[in-house]
């Protein structure tokens, strides 16, 4: 399951993604409808769900804030809201990578991809790691 932030609605990422990826595409919203949903309350919700892969522009507030965890995945895109666009090839691209292929290999990282390098922490481990772009 890929889960969108909510500053991505109204942007046909959805609809994108759904072109190229088999499962389930939401939105942080749909997961607790009708309220507010913090950033902070974000890794609770996602706990709740079945592996999710959540993707967000507002690396601000979860790189190196959030803490890994084996439930799920944090993607932050180093992007500008114009730019926005650009994620759903660039998720693609970085699925397909052979360190991140399945979601067993995903689970317990955050993300942080710009358009030099891709880095990540991992459950347990504060060090950032990077993955060569190529």
């Known amino acids: ?69 084996r439930q799920y995945c944090i993607v932050c895109f180093s992007l500008s809201d114009s730019q926005v666009h650009e994620i759903s090839d660039s998720l693609r691209s970085l699925l397909r990578r052979p360190e991140l292929r399945t979601k067993a290999q995903r689970m317990g990282k955050v993300i942080r991809i710009t358009s030099r390098e891709v880095r990540y922490y991992s459950v347990g481990h504060r060090r950032e790691n990077m993955i060569p772009l190529v």
């Open 1 to 69: 399951m890929i889960v969108l932030d909510e500053q991505l609605l109204g942007r046909d990422l959805d609809r994108l993604i759904m072109q190229w990826y088999r499962g389930t595409v939401r939105f942080i919203t749909d997961l607790r409808p009708h309220t507010i949903i913090k950033d902070d309350g974000i890794p609770e919700l996602l706990c709740q769900q079945p592996q999710p892969t959540f993707v967000t522009i507002n690396e601000r507030d979860f790189w190196r804030k959030t803490l890994a965890n």
